[in-house]
């Protein structure tokens, strides 16, 4: 055969498979992993930096807790990282101290109280019922009238505060009070107009008067209700005792004393209304803690780089230092109370939160708040002097705040 008759034959071809990549592969393998390979190192690195490293594999204790103004404290984001060092995670449920004093405490592990009343109510049906209860006292914070400036400077022109001297020789942030010149000017139903607040820019018709929570719920409307009674004395026939001794004579005072007071803000709203811009003509004058205006001027100067030189104190000449009482309803809860009472992290967080805290002995520990101000360039206010005002015993306070809250008395040991 010719080669012109063989039959064509095609040449031979060599086929080229394209590799599929594969999710598997060493590079699929890096493109996959390396992403969570970052992310679990980053995760680790803010658990080191924050000491907690090892507490996703550690057991983390959740414990209830029911406060009122304390919540400020545990709520607080460096206090909760340094709970979680020591495993401990804390759920808050907010109401007045006097209010949860009397309902079921057994949904929570410990309760925060801020004043010594309500505390009392706490631990004397806890006692009666041989329930679990330890106190712990880890700091103070003395009850304070807060304002604004140019009410504190109608008061001072009228003699009813006299301004601390600025250490910076700037305006004064804090305010003596003449309680019993107050109370007489708003037993009189002076308005604020009356005493010339219109020459610092404010028109207001409304009596003066000091806005508290509702005394039947809070514990700062109930010390502020004793404050009162203290300072009104001999005018409820009961002669010109400090406080009442008997059921006739607190009856006499409650009545004496109801027309003084006004109550009836929510106890968280009290704060958080003198801060707003509203504050000005719903709440001249409000009834709290110190330790929520220092703090509140602290994270003031940090956003802002000054101070909100426009809100003011007036600490009350007759002075009434409250002492809040962590109790503990359980063993859990005693551990808890035993950090923050002792813990150096825990102590020192709530100095920067504005309260004064207590060294073992339960006394005051020495001027560290007033370092921690001055370090902040706070000025640091002037409580030493004046009279310490008496509280009555709880049974009679009781009977006056059901008197002037139109509320039922609490069975008080």
């Known amino acids: 055969m010719s080669d012109g008759d063989r039959p064509a034959v095609e040449e031979p ?3 080229i498979r394209r590799q599929v990549s594969s999710p598997w592969s060493r590079r699929g393998l890096l493109v996959v992993f390396l992403p969570l390979l970052a992310a679990v190192l980053t995760g680790v690195t803010v658990l080191g930096t924050s000491g907690n490293a090892l507490l996703p594999f550690e057991r983390v204790t959740t414990l209830e807790g029911r406060m009122a103004s304390k919540r400020d404290f545990f709520e607080d984001e460096k206090v909760r990282r340094i709970l979680l060092k020591h495993h401990i995670r804390i759920h808050v449920t907010s109401v007045g101290s006097r209010e949860f004093a009397i309902r079921d405490l057994s949904p929570y592990d410990f309760v925060f109280p801020s004043g010594q009343p309500a505390g009392d109510l706490i631990t004397h049906q806890r006692s009666r019922s041989g329930e679990f209860a330890t106190v712990h006292r880890p700091f103070v914070s003395p009850l304070v009238l807060a304002t604004y400036r140019a009410y504190a400077e109608a008061l001072r022109s009228v003699g009813i505060v006299t301004a601390q001297r600025a250490s910076d020789g700037g305006k004064p ?20 107009n009356d005493i010339g607040v219109q020459k610092y820019g404010i028109t207001n018709t409304n009596r003066m008067l000091a806005q508290s929570s509702d005394v039947c719920t809070a514990n700062s409307a109930g010390t502020y209700l004793a404050l009162v009674a203290f300072t009104w004395r001999g005018r409820g026939g009961d002669g010109d005792r400090e406080v009442p001794r008997t059921d006739q004579e607190a009856d006499a005072r409650a009545r004496a004393i109801k027309p003084l007071m006004e109550q009836g803000l929510p106890h968280a709203d009290v704060f958080r209304t003198y801060i707003s811009p509203e504050g000005k003509g719903v709440a001249p004058v409000i009834v709290t803690y110190e330790h929520q205006y220092l703090s509140y001027q602290d994270q003031f100067l940090a956003k802002s780089g000054k101070l909100d030189d426009d809100r003011v104190l007036l600490y009350p000449d007759s002075q009434h230092v409250t002492q809040p009482q962590f109790i503990a309803l359980n063993k859990e809860g005693d551990r808890l109370g035993e950090l ?3 813990d150096p992290e825990l102590r020192r967080r709530a100095m920067e939160l504005g309260f004064r805290i207590l060294d073992p002995s339960g006394e005051v520990a020495g001027d560290q708040l007033a370092a921690y101000l001055e370090g902040q360039r706070i000025p640091v206010p002037e409580v030493a002097g004046g009279t310490r005002a008496a509280m009555p015993r709880l049974r009679l306070l009781e009977r006056m705040i059901s008197i002037v809250g139109d509320c039922p008395p609490q069975e008080a040991g």
């Open 13 to 15: 071809r060599l086929a």
């Open 173 to 192: 942030l804090y305010y003596r009070l003449n309680t019993r010149k107050f109370l007489e000017f708003v037993h009189a139903g002076r308005q604020w």
């Open 340 to 342: 923050v009472t002792r």
